[in-house]
């Protein structure tokens, strides 16, 4: 659940920054969808809410990009399932949004939160 208060976000905000929220979750290791979606949400205290409705496209788009590759396996309740794992390619480019995000959200905060002059 959400903190009390915190309303999750959806749509265009996650739709937007879905792709390094993934990457940057398989950088902890290889894992299937329900674990990716998972993992964001409980990272972010539940305020990111991730539907299966973007995020298989977004693990499709990012596999046909090459910055992940898939392979089947068995998931932790006995059942065959697709799993993810970062590719090198996918690592640099983690590296590279990342670098970027951290640029909008800087700039972004310069507008909403101005030096005292």
Known sequence: MPKRGTPPLQGDLLQGT????ILKTLALGPAHGHTIAHLIEQRSDEVLQVEHGS???????????GWISSFWGTS????????????PVGRRELAEQTSRWDLMVAAINRVLKPAME
């Open 18 to 21: 879905l792709d390094v929220l």
């Open 76 to 87: 932790e309740n006995n059942r065959r399932a697709r799993y993810y794992r970062l590719t």
């Open 55 to 65: 995020l298989y496209p977004a693990l499709h788009r990012l596999e046909d990009r």
